[in-house]
Each structure stands twice: as C-alpha cells, then as structure tokens.
DNA sequence: TGAAAGGTAACTTTTATTGTTACATAAGAT
DNA sequence: ATCTTATGTAACAATAAAAGTTACCTTTCA
C-alpha cells in the first residue's frame, strides 16, 4: 500500500504560506513539494472546500489562508483531506458469520479504535503556528 | 493503499488450530480464509520462523501450535509477521533540509509513534485464548 | 486579445498486497 | 519401489490506492 503523504506535504505547504504575504501559486508549492501543479490544486481544493484557503484565478492569482494558523488544528486538516482509514491493518471478512473472524475483528478494532482516538486527539491539540516555534525552540536547545 | 490483513487472517485461523486436534494442512486454512494454500504457507512460515507453529510434510502432516494459546499475545503474532509501518499516513522527504518540512514530519512522527506505542502495549495485553472466550461472554452478555 | 492563473477529466505510473501457476522436496501409504 | 499427500518456494499476474501527467477548459487582468 502506498502512503498518503498529503497531510505532511500540505502542512509543509500551509506554514510556508503564512510566511508569504500574497497569493501563491500552485506552480510555486508543487517546487516547495517536487511535483505538479495538478497534484496540489487536487488537495488544496479539499482545503477550499473546508474554508481553510481560497483560491483565485487569473493574473496575480493563487491561494491565500482563509485564517490565521493559530486557528487551524492538524485535525482540522486531516478531516478537511477526508475520511481515509489511517491504519495499513486490515480487517478480513471472508466469512463474517464465523465467530471466531467476529471476535478476531473485534479485539482488533477495538485497539485500532483506541490508538485513532489518541491521535486525533493530539492532533487536535496542536496548531499549525506551533510548528514554526517548535522548530525554532528545538534548534535552539539542541545548538 | 491496500490494507494488510494478514494479522487478522492468521489469527482467525490460530483460533481455529487450537479447536482441531490435528494438524491442520494449508489447504483447510486456505478455505477458512477464501484464498489458496500458497498465500496461507508464505503467512505460516513467518509464525513457523517465530517458533508459534511447526510444520511437517507428507501423509498427516500439516500445521500444529508450538504453544498454547494462552501464551501468545497479540503482539507476538503483530512481530512475526514482520516490521512493517502500521500508518498508511506518510510523511514528506522531498527537502529534508527544509525546516518548515523537518518540524511537520517531527510533529507528525510524535504522534504516530505515541499512538503506534499504545497500540502494541495494548496488543501485548492480549492473548489468544481470549479471543474465543471474549467472544462467548460477549454473546451472552448480548443475548 | 493575449498571458497568467485555477478547475477538472482522463489516463498512466508506481508501489504494496494478494492471488496464481509451476515445480521441487519430503514422508507416509500401498 | 512408487504413488499420494503434504510443505517449500520461485516467478509471475491481478488488484488497488496514491501520485503523477497530459490535455483542455474557464476566469481574470494587463
């Protein structure tokens, strides 16, 4: 299975809008990213979608925050790229009629169940300005 | 991504070994799962390589538990099967020395490996023979 | 009206899992 | 002895999801 990098590389992308005081093209965060344009117009849209950015065409387009990053949660932006299960363990169903498949997906669930809510949780708690600072406070302590 | 459902397949069929007492050969275990003898030996083997089940050929022979069910926990089996990311969220490494890229993947990394620790703590928790027993109670419990 | 931007559909590439075929080897049954 | 029943394994095909690419559209402003 392929990962779904988009969560990171779109962070990426946000924090270094909010460090440019002008619309940014698409053609500009595909080199932030290396890829295309295409690639983030796709998940940007997603962000539009969810009022976090607005976009505009033409000359001296691009795409802007729609509100500071302070106010912006990396679950914010998780939800806002969809509802995809962020775990590579499957489920079986081959024959959901056998309890013992039943008890298996259970228990398994239920610690997958577990280990989500924690981590959305945290990412509930962290806003996207804080990764700025975290950066800067964790190169200073480490020289 | 494609999920990987090999924990929950093979556990499924540990379950089911543990009620036969014979060896049970790939292909019994290929029809518990709906697939082939030759995707179930390439799981087997890596619980055969983790001394959980033996194997033998031939007249009789087939698949037996190396040890009681009760002494095999859920991360035991999540361990032999190999050391693969259990997040189908990925992180970026287009410009590692990007700092904006390092403190998005420092933060998402965080995250995921406090919620990967809880996950096999609670793996760890659980053993194998609980399975069917949870499964019993739960069914009485809910009529 | 031409250049610069986003919008989007359709298709290809990539990557990991799963499935399949084929054949070798081992061990007990006849 | 040799046939049958097993596992062992390599090589290849099918499947599925993300990412990449191409092509063409519309919008906006100089």
């Known amino acids: ?19 440019i005081a002008r619309p940014v093209t698409s053609e500009e965060m595909a080199e932030m990213i290396s890829t295309n344009p295409v690639v983030v117009r796709r998940t940007m849209a997603l962000l539009r979608d969810a009022n976090y950015v607005t ?22 932006i998780h939800h806002a790229l969809g509802e995809s299960s ?6 079986s169903d081959e024959h959901s009629h056998c309890v013992i498949e039943q008890a298996v997906n259970t228990a398994l669930k239920d610690v997958m169940d577990e280990a989500k809510a924690l981590m ?18 964790s190169y200073l302590n480490k020289g």
Chains 1, 2 share one sequence.
């Open 55 to 76: 976009s505009t065409k033409g000359h001296h387009g691009g795409w802007l925050l729609a509100k500071p990053l302070a106010n912006i949660t990396l679950l914010d």
């Open 86 to 91: 962020i775990f590579t363990i499957g489920l």
């Open 120 to 137: 959305l949780q945290r990412f509930g708690q962290i806003t996207l300005d804080q990764l700025g600072a975290d950066r800067i406070s």
């Open 1 to 19: 299975m392929r990962k779904d990098s988009r969560l990171s590389r779109v962070l990426h992308i946000l924090v270094h809008m909010a460090a």
